[in-house]
């Protein structure tokens, strides 16, 4: 009767074990030391030998010339424990013996010494299966066994055993298998089996496992009696639904040329050629994810970190050298978030479609670093060779300061527009207190009493229409204005809110020059009723330091400007 590979290679030495180099040494080291713990704990993924090596340590117990480290494999001990049928190596499988009753015959049959061998050896597998009230009756006989028994625990699942268990044994974690070893291995096998396989071919079965001998192996005897004695890499991949390195190739290709449309054209082909939607995002985002890898470290030094052959690596590094590692990251975190929502998706074509989409559309961002930075430099050639218009003379502190870009812009905006005319003598506001004052020139309030109120609407008025913002100047024209406690504030309906913009409202203060006083004012706008008196804002007042430092800081008034918004609060991280 044939016998899969998987069970026919089945190591039968610890030397045959493939890359748990750290779990060997310590039971061979233990074995010949004589110092044999009562229970041990295998942990780690699938196929890695877990069951394998608890077979393996029984052998080394129990053969005629033991305890040892190299069992003979000829005595009646090791043969019968080979072919699983001795009468003291008991494999349990806690997946359906799992009860408290289970386990309480478990302890009764502890008691008893072995038949013909020197150890009783019980190997658990999926020991995480067994219930907490069975784990609580088999705690004690863990803890204290008989002499003659050794107890082996084998779970995928670690942090499921209680730690009142994992604290009585020794716990071994195994480590999922080397792509190298793992391809060296299925090539001897290939060799003993007389079957004729190419390096693609073999990288190709080495990856189907992901670091699984047992599944590598079990593709490989699938992939034998689907190719008879000769496996080629096309062939294989067919078989198991693999992507060729070429036909992901077509993704980054239509990233780099930011076509959309062969992103749906590959998605389209996919469909009709019945491919797995869900398996094609999952290998697109083991390719970006190599791709970053190769990009980064290079064809050489990816050798251990990508699960490629030689070619492949190289070929991966020289894709991944036409994109940045900003791009390649972007890629792969959008190509997870793509497989995972493929998980769940009544329409994967749907999601596929948009999700490659979204790949090409994420190529053609720029980093916020390279917008500003791009954004200063448009900016100084802008400002450079602009003509400034003749002003009158502004006092010393403020012809001390540099202009921002911001009074620049502002500054050609007002010598572009047309200036009302001036009349000789600026007319006052009528004694009446019924009627609204009419808008009057910039400097209205220049040759005004310091103890006089200020008519900060008719002054900003006329500043705003001066500056070509004849909507702001409407707006501020339906609004209160009131200064108080070195803070301009506006009260407008919501219809006008919008239109009043902190930027424009200070550039008609900077416009009125002597008018608007030496002292900056800070400007809060809030909606209400303007024919009611506005709220007393001493209290806010004391608060708003922290944010006019804030505000004032150059960075953030570059990023408001790129980036726009209201600051709704600021606060101190040294106080929090």
């Known amino acids: 009767m044939y016998q899969v590979i998987a069970r026919k290679y089945r190591p039968q030495v610890f030397q045959d074990v493939v890359n748990q180099e750290h779990v060997k040494t310590t039971l061979e080291n233990a074995i010949a030391q004589g110092r044999i713990a009562h229970g041990y704990i295998f942990s780690g993924q699938r196929g890695t030998g877990k069951t394998t090596v608890a077979r393996i340590l029984a052998r080394c117990l129990n053969c ?7 069992p003979c494999g000829e005595c009646a001990s090791c043969r019968e424990i080979t ?44 020991a995480h299966q067994i219930t907490s009230e069975a784990f609580n009756a088999l705690l004690k006989t863990i803890e204290e066994p008989p002499p003659w028994v050794v107890f082996v625990l084998c779970t995928t699942e670690a942090h499921k055993i209680p730690a009142t268990i994992a604290s009585r044994c020794q716990h071994f974690s195994f480590r999922s298998v080397d792509f190298e070893e793992l391809t060296a291995r299925i090539a001897w096998i290939c ?22 001998v047992r599944d590598s192996l079990s593709a490989l005897d699938q992939a034998i009696a689907c190719c008879g004695g000769k496996l080629t890499a096309a062939e294989v991949r067919a078989l198991l639904g693999a992507f060729a390195l070429e036909s992901l190739e077509r993704v980054t290709q239509a990233l780099a040329d930011g076509d959309s449309r062969s992103m749906l054209e590959i998605v389209d082909e996919l469909e009709r050629n019945g491919h797995n939607l869900q398996h094609f995002s999952r290998e697109l985002a083991r390719y970006f994810r190599n791709l970053l890898v190769a990009r980064i470290a290079g064809a050489a030094g990816s050798a251990r970190l990508i699960a490629a052959s030689p070619a492949q690596r190289e070929k991966l590094a020289g894709i991944g050298s036409g994109f940045s590692e900003e791009d390649l990251t972007r890629y792969l975190h959008l190509s997870l978030e793509m497989f995972k929502d493929l998980q769940t998706s009544l329409q994967p074509r749907f999601h596929l479609e948009v999700g490659l989409v979204r790949l090409v559309q994420a190529g053609k961002l720029l980093p916020i670093e390279q917008a500003l930075a791009g954004l200063g430099e448009t900016r100084a050639r802008a400002a450079a060779p602009a003509p400034q218009p003749v002003r009158p003379a502004a006092p010393a502190a403020r012809s001390a300061s540099r202009p921002t870009p911001f009074e620049l812009d502002r500054a050609r905006k007002s010598a572009s527009a047309p200036e009302p005319p001036r009349p000789a003598e600026p007319p006052r506001p009528a004694p009446a207190p019924a009627a609204k004052p009419e808008p009057q020139a910039v400097a209205s309030n220049a040759d005004a009493s310091p103890d006089a109120p200020r008519d900060w609407r008719a002054s900003l008025h006329a500043a705003l229409m001066t500056l070509g ?6 707006a501020v024209e339906n609004s209160e204005v009131v200064e ?4 301009l504030q506006f009260t407008t309906s919501k219809a006008y809110k919008l239109a009043l913009r902190e ?3 200070r550039a008609a203060l900077h416009q009125m020059g002597p008018a608007a006083g030496s002292r900056p004012l800070r400007i809060r706008v809030i ?7 506005a709220a007393p804002i001493a209290a806010e007042a004391r608060e708003d330091d922290v944010s006019a430092r804030a505000l004032a800081n150059p960075e953030v008034r570059r990023f408001r400007e790129v980036f726009g918004g209201e600051v709704r609060k600021v606060r101190n991280l040294k106080e929090s």
């Open 469 to 474: 913002l004849p909507y702001t100047a409407d």
């Open 64 to 70: 005629i010339h033991g305890p040892t480290a190299a």
């Open 484 to 487: 108080s406690a070195g803070e």
């Open 527 to 533: 909606v209400g009723d303007p024919s009611e008196p």
């Open 503 to 505: 930027e424009d409202l």
């Open 191 to 212: 060799e003993r089996e007389g079957i004729e396989a190419d390096a693609e071919a073999l990288a190709v079965l080495a990856q189907a496992g992901e670091g699984s």
């Open 83 to 126: 072919a699983g049928g001795a009468v003291d190596v008991i494999e349990i499988d806690a997946a359906s013996n799992r009860g408290i009753n289970e386990m309480r015959e478990l302890r009764e049959n502890v008691r008893y010494q072995p038949a013909r061998d020197r150890y009783k050896v019980f190997i658990i597998d999926e």
